[in-house]
């Protein structure tokens, strides 16, 4: 980036002084990020409008510094090969919680935090390019699409997210796809997006196909997290849609947000056939699973009683490339006698 507009973006960062002043100053949500300006020494790229949390954004360049925050978005960045793009990563607490192919390309990648997006660190990349997502690393108050487009800095927001910021219809693995398409078209490989989501397309095809004749739907409770209260996935989180591709039914799918607490009372009375434990690292996916069974209330829960349990991997139960294949390991586990593994 030239030094001229590092300055600026550091005098930026002075005027704002703090995060919250600077969220003060930011349009909320995307609405605002209507447009990227062009900047010296991009590639230039055909103007292609992109939407965005709903809002049209005009990308017409092609980032060369780009800051990725959370591991499925990391996942879904190294799966488009565009590691050569990366000037920083976070939200990653351990890089070997990545797929092993993927952990050599972050060898040389400056991890800024793994935990919550740091303005200064951030700047500090002197990054042209962010992606992210909302309660993934943009936050109101603090980092958020506007606040960086303030700041003369582009970003694309994870599309499952935007429940956060805006209405949505449903959650479909078809978000996932959307996105790496997305991706694409921002970084000038739209072939190579293509290729990788018609693989999956074809792979999630396969496994609907052979569970259209399915009539009874298991019942799968998502256990992310929690003692007193559990953290689970209502009908706008990605595996909402999983659960339905896997020919089974949510038992919090009237919980009209992405990832959020529910309550064990609940759990007791829509009874789970299966649970699906998120290994998240919080704690281990063996100690959820001793914590579930060693819960006297739950003793008789279907899925407790018969310890059917499923693990995914966080950024397999986020949206990210490992999405389908998670679907059909779940479909296997419900309805072997249909869907079998590779």
């Not at 990308?59 to 050569?84: C, S, T, W, Y």
């Not at 805006?166 to 078209?185: K, Q, Y």
């Not at 990788?196 to 992310?224: E, W």
């Amino acid at each position: 980036m030239k030094f001229n507009k590092y300055v600026r973006y550091m005098l930026m960062f002075l005027k704002l002084s703090t995060i919250t002043v600077m969220a003060g100053i930011a349009l909320s949500g995307c609405s605002d990020q209507s447009t990227q300006s062009q900047a010296p020494g991009k590639a230039a790229l055909a103007p292609r409008t992109i939407e965005v949390c709903g809002q049209p954004v005009i990308f017409d360049q092609v980032p060369q510094r780009a800051v990725v925050h959370g591991i499925n978005l990391i996942e879904m960045f190294l799966a488009l090969k565009l590691q050569d793009s990366l000037v920083g990563y976070g939200g990653l607490r351990d890089i070997r919680r990545l797929p092993a192919p993927m952990q050599p390309l972050l060898a040389r990648v400056p991890d800024l935090s793994s935990q919550g997006m740091n303005l200064e660190t951030l700047l500090n990349a002197q990054p042209d390019f962010v992606f992210s997502g909302w309660s993934y690393g943009f936050r109101q108050g603090q980092i958020t699409p506007a606040s960086l487009n303030e700041l003369g800095i582009a970003s694309y927001v994870l599309s499952e997210s935007c429940i956060r910021q805006v209405a949505r219809e449903r959650v479909s693995l078809e978000d996932t796809f959307n996105d790496l398409l997305n991706l694409g078209r921002i970084f000038g490989i739209e072939a190579r997006a293509e290729t990788l989501v018609n693989a999956q397309r074809a792979q999630l095809s396969d496994i609907t196909t052979a569970l259209q004749g399915v009539t009874h739907k298991p019942k799968v409770f998502v256990f992310d997290s929690g003692t007193d209260i559990p953290v689970t996935t209502g009908r706008y989180a990605m595996p909402q849609a999983m659960i339905e591709a896997a020919a089974a039914s949510n038992i919090f799918d009237d919980l009209s947000s992405s990832w959020m607490r529910g309550n064990w009372e609940d759990v007791i009375a829509r009874n789970p056939d299966w649970i699906v434990i998120v290994d998240n690292d919080q704690p281990t996916p063996d100690g959820k699973r001793q914590f579930l069974l060693s819960k006297p209330e739950l003793a008789d829960v279907t899925a407790i009683r018969e310890q059917n349990f499923v693990l995914m991997d966080f950024s397999e139960a986020t949206p990210g490339p490992r999405n389908v294949e998670a679907t059909r390991r779940l479909a296997h586990a419900l309805h072997p006698q249909l869907v079998t593994l590779p």
